[in-house]
């Protein structure tokens, strides 16, 4: 069966300061990953995804994600944190044919960005 | 485009009444999904389509839940009887659809936030 796992609930960083936000996840076969940010009272909206190929994705707002299939993670980041940035953000896992193709989204972290 | 539109945006009622959620998917996406979230269960898939037929829908929590989609642009979700525990923001979602086997990027609504009494 497909899992994710983001290990942190809050992630506190200050603005200006490089974030992480990690993700691990569980699947058979190819892994599809997303990662979708959740602002208050909104709904999802999409930032990234690896389908195949280069292992450094780059997506909306400055962030990029490493795909890092040893490890089996897919860590959001970015150089430089603003306080907008401050969201619920959610990883997102699908492989082929598995499940109907259907995503499987972790439990979500909170980034707190403090100016 | 107008994106995904569900509605109503809010919803009260009282437990035992029926409920229903209403979504628009993006014009052209073939596949919606159907999402609830609250703080103890975080996101949880409760059904989604493909082509207006469903396909998986194990995440139903119980015969009180039924989703229909009778074209291509629009979807409803039903609660009834409603009870308290359903309170929750419910969101729809759609894609393109598969590719090889996996979907394409999903598109949220802003979500129906239900509050039952």
């Known amino acids: 069966a497909q899992s994710v796992a983001q290990p942190e609930d809050q992630v506190n960083v200050a603005e200006g300061n490089p974030l992480t936000v990690k993700c691990t996840y569980s699947?058979?076969?190819?892994?599809?990953l997303f990662w979708y940010v959740q602002y208050p009272n909104r709904g999802l909206q999409f930032l990234l995804k690896?389908?195949?190929?280069?292992?450094l994705v780059k997506g909306s707002y400055g962030f990029e994600a490493e795909f890092n299939k040893s490890q089996t993670s897919f860590h959001l980041k970015k150089p430089s944190a603003l306080v907008s940035d401050s969201a619920l953000y959610f990883c997102?896992?699908?492989?082929?044919?598995?499940?109907?193709?259907?995503?499987?989204f972790g439990q979500g972290t909170e980034l707190s960005v403090k100016p | 485009d107008a994106g995904v539109i569900q509605s109503p945006r809010h919803e009260v009622t009282e437990m035992g009444q029926e409920v229903t959620l209403r979504c628009k998917p993006i014009?052209?996406?073939?596949?919606l999904f159907w999402y609830r979230q609250t703080m103890m269960r975080g996101l949880e898939l409760l059904i989604y389509?493909?082509?207006?037929?469903?396909?998986?829908d194990s995440g139903m929590p119980e015969d009180r839940f039924s989703a229909k989609m009778p074209n291509a642009s629009f979807s409803t979700l039903k609660i009834q009887p409603s009870e308290p525990r359903d309170s929750a923001v419910y969101f729809c979602?759609?894609?393109?659809?598969?590719?090889?086997?996996?979907?394409?990027?999903?598109?949220f609504g802003p979500g129906t936030r239900l509050l039952v009494l």
């Open positions: 690896y389908i195949t190929g280069d292992n």
């Open positions: 699947v058979s076969g190819n892994p599809y």
């Open positions: 979602a759609s894609s393109l659809g598969l590719a090889g086997g996996v979907q394409e990027t999903q598109y």
């Open positions: 014009s052209g996406h073939n596949s």
């Open positions: 389509f493909n082509n207006n037929v469903p396909i998986d």
């Open positions: 997102a896992v699908s492989a082929i044919y598995n499940q109907g193709g259907k995503l499987i």
